[in-house]
């Protein structure tokens, strides 16, 4: 079936302007996560949902990020007034929550490759 | 989440074993120890998982002590395509949590 997916893949923008990344998670998957990843470095975690509710945004740098996914599918990162330092890779994960198990497995998307220039 | 120490690269012939350490001293009891891996530019790929009990599926075997504090990864015999960086990452299972990754082993099978 169909995995993870992001779009755009490739955005780049000119510092202080707003930019939206979208993920479409897979079909039925509970819970959704955002995660930015530098160069050489692992995923850092940005914020997550279950359905539509927002759990833990704790890792949102400043007020400029925000994440919402309004009906508990699709979700959107916005970034507002880019700064050169928000380049890097975005990364959306989600998990589906199977009754009788507790094993939540992520799945990834490509990831959207920011340059603000 | 307890925080866990990889090396920070190995190498491995190609056909032998590749055996993958990491050190979670200050893990929970009711943590399991994860092992994700990203290839390339692609996305984190969910490798094994456990709590105590050593655990293993077609990709790989997870061993885990007794005391829980190291765990290792092992792929039995790798190839070209298991070249890849290698996280190891402790949390509670139960969902709604987010996944802490840090900065894992690069692990580069070589022909």
């Known amino acids: 079936g169909a995995g993870v997916s992001q779009s755009p893949r490739y955005k780049v923008t000119k510092r202080g302007q707003d930019v939206a990344l979208r993920c479409d998670p897979i079909?039925?998957?509970?819970?959704l996560y955002w995660y930015r990843q530098a160069l050489g470095q692992g995923p850092e975690f940005l914020t997550y949902?279950?359905?539509?509710?927002?759990?833990?945004k704790s890792g949102l740098p400043n007020d400029r990020f925000s994440a919402e996914r309004p009906e508990g599918s699709i979700s959107t990162l916005t970034i507002q007034r880019t700064e050169q330092r928000d380049s890097a890779m975005y990364r959306c994960?989600?998990?589906?929550?199977?009754?009788?198990?507790?094993?939540?497995?992520?799945?990834f998307g490509p990831g959207t490759r920011l340059t603000v220039t | 989440d307890a925080k866990t120490t990889q090396p920070p690269s190995m190498d491995c012939a190609e056909g032998r074993a590749a055996n993958l350490p990491c050190n979670h001293s200050?893990?929970?009891?009711?943590?399991?120890v994860y092992w994700y891996r990203q290839i390339h530019s692609q996305g984190p790929q969910y490798i094994i998982h456990?709590?105590?009990n050593n655990e293993t599926n077609e990709m790989a075997s997870l061993i885990i002590t007794e005391d829980r504090k190291s765990s290792t990864l092992i792929l039995p015999h790798a190839t070209l395509r298991d070249t890849a960086v290698y996280y190891c990452?402790?949390?509670?299972?139960?969902?709604?949590?987010?996944?802490?990754f840090g900065t894992g082993t690069k692990l580069q099978v070589i022909p």
């Open positions: 079909s039925g998957h509970v819970s």
């Open positions: 949902f279950n359905y539509e509710a927002q759990q833990d």
């Open positions: 994960a989600s998990s589906l929550v199977p009754s009788g198990r507790n094993t939540y497995e992520q799945y």
């Open positions: 990452i402790v949390r509670v299972s139960g969902g709604y949590q987010k996944v802490t």
């Open positions: 200050t893990i929970s009891g009711n943590e399991y």
């Open positions: 456990g709590l105590k």
